[in-house]
T-cell receptor
C-alpha cells in the first residue's frame, strides 16, 4: 500500500542549512508536497514538485526528487528560529486525489 | 479575506455525547477533507467530499459522520461510538479543476474528552 516515511526530529543551528528527508512507496504519485505546521496551527503549503522534475527552488527552499529511489528532500538554506516547526511531506494518491502524509519531522533551530 | 475557518478552536466532549466540528470555506473549492492528527503521527483521513451531496469514507471513518449540503460547509460529527476522540482535527479544501489539486488547511479544532 501507499506509505510515506520521515525521520521524527532534526536539530540545527541558526544560519546552517536544514535537510529534511522523506521516502514514499507509490511510484505512480504525480505530485509531492511539503507542508509546515507551527504549534497549535493548521498546515501551511510550502512547496510542491511534479513527479517529472528533479529539483525545484523557491527562495530559501530547495526540493530534490529522486524518483528511482522514491526519495524526496527539503533543504532550507540559512535556517532561522522562525523555521522551527513540524514539516510534513505528502504524496498525492491516485485514489480520489487524497494526500498520504508522513509522520512529520520536528525541526528545532537553536540560536 | 478568502480562507478556511474552523470552529470552535477547543471543544470538550462528555462521555456518550455527540459533538459537531464546523468547517467553512469561501474559496469556491469543490473538494473538502477532514483529517485527524495525533501526537507523533501524520494526518489520517476521516472523510472527504469531492462535490456537494456526496462524500466518501477515508481511512478512519468509524465513529464519525459528515454532511455536505452546501459547497462551502463540511461539518464533522464525532459520535459516542468514537471511543478515543481526543485529537487535533484539521479540515482542508481543494479545487478540482486545479490539476495540482493543492489542499489548503484550516487552523484546526482540538477536541478533549472530559
Amino acid at each position: 500500500g501507499e506509505d510515506v516515511e520521515q525521520s521524527l526530529f532534526l536539530s540545527v543551528r541558526e544560519g546552517d542549512s536544514s535537510v529534511i528527508n522523506c521516502t514514499y512507496t507509490d511510484s505512480s504519485s504525480t505530485y509531492l508536497y511539503w507542508y509546515k505546521q507551527e504549534p497549535g496551527a493548521g498546515l501551511q503549503l510550502l512547496t510542491y514538485i511534479f513527479s517529472n522534475m528533479d529539483m525545484k527552488q523557491d527562495q530559501r527552499l530547495t526540493v530534490l526528487l529522486n524518483k528511482k529511489d522514491k526519495h524526496l528532500s527539503l533543504r532550507i538554506a540559512d535556517t532561522q528560529t522562525g523555521d522551527s516547526a513540524i514539516y510534513f511531506c505528502a504524496e498525492k494518491s491516485n485514489q480520489g486525489g487524497k494526500l498520504i502524509f508522513g509522520q512529520g519531522t520536528e525541526l528545532s533551530v537553536k540560536p | 479575506d478568502g480562507g478556511i475557518t474552523q470552529s470552535p478552536k477547543y471543544l470538550f466532549r462528555k462521555e456518550g455525547q455527540n459533538v459537531t466540528l464546523s468547517c467553512e470555506q469561501n474559496l469556491n473549492h469543490d473538494a473538502m477533507y477532514w483529517y485527524r492528527q495525533d501526537p507523533g503521527q501524520g494526518l489520517r483521513l476521516i472523510y472527504y467530499s469531492q462535490i456537494v451531496n456526496d462524500f466518501q469514507k477515508g481511512d478512519i471513518a468509524e465513529g464519525y459522520s459528515v454532511s455536505r449540503e452546501k459547497k462551502e460547509s463540511f461539518p464533522l460529527t464525532v459520535t459516542s461510538a468514537q471511543k478515543n476522540p481526543t485529537a487535533f482535527y484539521l479540515c482542508a479544501s481543494s479545487l478540482r479543476e486545479d490539476w495540482i489539486e493543492t489542499q489548503y488547511f484550516g487552523p484546526g479544532t482540538r477536541l478533549l474528552v472530559l
